[in-house]
């Protein structure tokens, strides 16, 4: 998605975008500081830097490599909440809902603030915002948003796969500093293929990605 998201014209409805990426890329948060990531690194490794306008740390997406959708809600729509610790919980609950249906059990919403940690400035998966999904202690969907004049933009992402290396390593780190993060991440998040007990052939992620994003869309209020 191009330019500004949504059209002026379409400002006052609820819009959902599936988005998907032509190469792998790090997307930073709208406040994360560029000195945080190594150009050199991410050069080497073929993996581009975009920036989101929301908060938050960065987050690696690659083809057929996670489902990442954005909600736009407008100002006085029912599911608009001033309150910025609630507003997120109810696409939570779409998520849980959606999941559930494909057979993943033990999800939960996080309702209150954000809990972040030592690594969460730097990596989203590394902290807990309002409204994100978890299962077993691990999390499974982040969730952020940028709010207007006009209403409230959701960026949800969930992996495929969980390896926290893949964005420590592109991180201004020293080699001690990168084996502490890497470790220290393993058990803080997980992917759709471990929780829908799916495996890494290309046509069964893509496959995956396309059953995720459809139960979303069907659980949407």
């Known amino acids: 998605m191009c330019g500004r998201w949504p059209a002026t014209e379409d400002l006052h409805h609820r819009i959902v975008a599936t988005c998907h990426v032509a190469g792998a890329t790090l997307v930073l948060g709208s406040t994360q500081r560029l000195e945080t990531v190594s150009a050199a690194r991410c050069e080497q490794h073929g993996v581009g830097i975009a920036r989101r306008p929301a908060g938050g740390g960065a987050v690696m997406v690659a083809p057929q490599a996670q489902v990442w959708m954005d909600f736009w809600v407008p100002r006085g729509d029912p599911l608009w909440e001033d309150d910025v610790v609630l507003s997120t919980r109810w696409l939570g609950k ?26 969460s400035g730097s990596v989203c998966f590394a902290g807990l915002g309002p409204g994100e999904v978890s299962v077993a202690g691990a999390k499974l969907v982040g969730i952020c948003q940028r709010r207007t004049r006009e209403g409230a933009r959701f960026f949800t992402i969930s992996t495929l796969s969980w390896d926290p290396s893949v964005v420590v390593r592109l991180l201004c780190l020293d080699q ?5 993060a890497t470790c220290d991440l393993l058990g803080s998040a997980t992917g759709l293929s471990e929780v829908m007990g799916a495996r890494d052939r290309a046509w069964e992620r893509r496959s995956m990605v396309e059953a995720v994003e459809r139960q979303v869309l069907l659980c949407l209020p």
Request: aromatic letters at 10%.
């Open 176 to 180: 001690e500093a990168e084996e502490r």
């Open 94 to 119: 779409v998520w849980v809902r959606a999941l559930g249906l494909l057979g993943v059990e033990g999800l939960w919403v996080h309702e209150g603030r954000s809990v972040e940690t030592e690594w």
